[in-house]
């Protein structure tokens, strides 16, 4: 994968975002959304992120996305503005070649680079090997798992909840 590139989202990469998305919501359990979104949900979505200016990273290869990136605060209030939610998503073609891993760890550098401290991924479906693996190989740490609160595909879903502390996490007080 030495060819992908990985970097700040464009407006123009919304419809590729949104369709390695609709893939993930309509054949895994890594979301929990049921239904697609349409790309000016996704677009909306993105503003969101980048009007809170919180990263939000797309992985390209020859023009095609491969993946995409971004963290959101973990809660509304202000108290949690130092913890960010992250979410990532590989497109079908590139699952399993090393790209969560390098998508999660630029994630982490652009995050802490706004004053991140805490990252926390919430993981839909405690059987989703593939984003518990890529966020234990990153440092992230088990916090717990909710049973059964999710209903997706005709069954009850767990979600995991991991964190890995960024930069000087809660070491010194912030600015």
């Not at 797309?58 to 202000?78: D, H, I, S």
């Not at 802490?112 to 890529?134: F, Q, T």
């Not at 992230?140 to 049973?147: A, L, R």
Request: neutral net charge; charged residues 25%; contains cysteine.
């Amino acid at each position: 994968m030495s060819s992908i590139t990985i970097r700040p989202s464009r407006d123009e990469d919304v419809a590729q975002i949104t369709a390695i998305y609709a893939h993930h919501v309509l054949h895994g359990t890594g979301t929990f959304e049921t239904e697609p979104p349409s790309a000016a949900d996704m677009a909306a979505r993105r503003a969101d992120v980048l009007g809170k200016k919180l990263p939000y990273l797309v992985a390209e290869q020859g023009g095609e996305l491969m993946g995409f990136a971004y963290c959101n605060w973990f809660k509304p209030r202000p108290a949690y503005r130092y913890s960010a939610e992250d979410s990532i998503y590989i497109a079908d073609a590139a699952r399993g070649q090393g790209l969560g891993a390098r998508l999660l760890e630029a994630l982490e550098h652009a995050a802490e680079a706004v004053g991140v401290r805490k990252l926390i991924a919430v993981i839909g479906d405690s059987a989703n090997a593939g984003s518990v693996g890529v966020h234990r190989k990153q440092g992230f740490g088990h916090v717990g798992t909710i049973k059964d609160c999710g209903w997706k595909f005709g069954e009850w879903r767990d979600i995991v909840l991991m964190e890995k502390v960024i930069g000087a996490g809660s070491s010194t007080r912030p600015e």
